[in-house]
């Protein structure tokens, strides 16, 4: 089936546009409705530019708008769960942006009201779709990595563009949850969202801005499966926007540069007239400028995925569930960071699998006296064998001519 959805928009800053300059795209057939912001003038100017036929300023009445059947949620994460269960009580289609609560209780009442209504809900993770990730998680299904053993997600730049962002209580916390947020759930992908987060291990400090939460984390994530997750995000990266993963398996590796140094560089002595792209610190010198930047940060194989999966009525690739799953695994950080200790995540609602077949173990067996632990050609052009004893657990090493 293929639908064409009326949305109200509730967001008008950066999400917000980002999020029309997709719908509103080439040729989209999926189009705001309605558009809903603090102030008559950023939600009438917004309108006018996007030719959005309505606009307001009440959550509440642009849910409600008749014609609409999807309500998209881009507004400070302090408001999400009020809109959310705004949207719910109205029958709408939900898509959230992340994350989706400011902590896990948050997301867990409000993929509890989504359930209850029935409603279709979506989390909006771009991250996860970018045309490489997600070329990247089809070769890890497909087995090319082998077992994937440590996943590495970076996402770090300046700090944000709005004031809300810096308010520990309206954000729910800082670098870790506006940032990390993005980095869990490319890691979970990586790993198998089926398997369990199980502890993790956080470090968050306040190095630079003058604010209470923090603007720099590092974390460790360890799954039921003995996979590791490793996050490190920042608020005070100079030089632009720095999103890089790392996927490590047993028969192979992934890099991917999402922003900066993709083979896009460009020099300019006067710049060129500008915005660059998102977070860019000048538009002078070296420049590392975006192609298609809503392409390239997912958000067109996002809503295209999001909507999909609403006109063939089955759950999109990311759901609310995963969101409260994130807000598990990110209060388990800040717990970590606060006690310095190894922290449970806790995870009231579970849905994957129960028991994960470990990732460790590999044990190739050479003849029947010795395993081989590892294979190397020499610079002389021998090849070297280093071998284990089965029986005595001795470690020995062998050169082949
Ligand atoms: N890559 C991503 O997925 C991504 C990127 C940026 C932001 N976000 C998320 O999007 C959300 C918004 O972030 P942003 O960067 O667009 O913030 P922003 O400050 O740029 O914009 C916030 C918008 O919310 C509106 N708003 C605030 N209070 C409101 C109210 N009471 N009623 C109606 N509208 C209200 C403002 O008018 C503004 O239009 C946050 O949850 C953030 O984490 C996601």
Redesign the pocket.
Same mark, same amino acid.
């Given at each position: 089936m293929r639908n064409n959805h009326k949305i109200t928009l $509730? !967001?008008? !800053? $950066?999400? &917000? #546009? =980002?999020y029309t300059m997709t719908l509103h795209g080439p040729r989209g057939r999926d189009e705001v409705h309605h558009v809903? +912001? +603090?102030?008559e003038e950023? %939600?009438r100017s =917004?309108a006018q530019k996007w030719n959005i036929p309505r606009w307001s300023? *009440?959550?509440k009445k %642009?849910v409600n708008d008749p014609e609409t059947d999807v309500v998209i949620? &881009?507004? @400070?994460?302090h408001?999400?769960q009020e809109a959310v269960l705004q949207a719910a009580a109205a029958g709408k289609a939900i898509l959230c #942006?992340? @994350?989706l609560g400011r902590n896990a209780v948050e997301a867990k009442i409000m993929l509890e009201a989504v359930e209850k209504a029935g409603v279709f809900a979506g989390y909006?993770? *771009?991250?996860v779709y970018t045309p490489k990730t997600l070329k990247s998680l089809d070769s890890v299904k497909k087995g090319a990595l082998g077992k994937v053993l440590w996943v590495r997600s970076r996402e770090t730049h300046p700090g @944000?563009?709005? %004031?809300? =962002?810096w308010d520990l209580e309206k954000?729910g916390g800082g670098a870790i949850v *506006?940032m990390g947020c993005?980095c869990v759930e490319i890691i979970r992908n990586f790993i198998g969202k089926d398997i369990k987060p199980v502890e993790v291990m956080c470090t968050a400090d306040t190095l630079v801005h003058p604010i209470e939460a923090e603007d720099s984390g590092i974390g460790l994530i360890r799954f039921e499966n003995k996979a590791i997750g490793q996050f490190e995000v920042s608020w005070t990266f100079r030089g632009g926007m720095d999103l890089r993963d790392e996927v490590a398996g047993t028969e192979g590796t992934i890099w991917l540069n999402h922003f900066l140094r993709t083979g896009f560089e460009m020099f300019t002595a006067v710049g060129r007239g500008g915005y660059v792209a998102e977070k860019a610190e000048g538009d002078t010198g070296w420049l590392f400028p975006v192609g298609d930047e809503v392409h390239e $940060?997912g958000?067109t194989p996002m809503f295209a995925e999001m909507f999909d999966a609403l006109d063939n009525g089955v759950a999109p690739m990311e759901t609310f569930y995963d969101g409260y799953v994130v807000n598990a695994i990110i209060d388990a950080c800040y717990q970590s960071a606060r006690s310095k200790q190894w922290e449970p995540v806790k995870l009231d609602i579970w849905r994957g699998s129960t028991v994960a077949e470990s990732v460790s173990g590999k044990k190739v067996a050479v003849d029947e006296k010795f395993i081989l632990i590892k294979e190397e050609r020499m610079p002389d052009g021998k090849t070297k064998l280093i071998l284990k004893d089965k029986k005595t657990g001795e470690i020995l090493q062998q050169i082949m001519e």
């Open positions: $509730l !967001g008008t !800053g $950066l999400i &917000g #546009t =980002f809903c +912001a +603090a102030t950023e %939600a =917004f300023c *009440d959550i %642009a949620v &881009g507004i @400070p994460n408001l999400h #942006t992340k @994350p909006l993770e *771009d991250l @944000p563009h709005s %004031a809300w =962002f954000a *506006d993005h $940060l958000y």
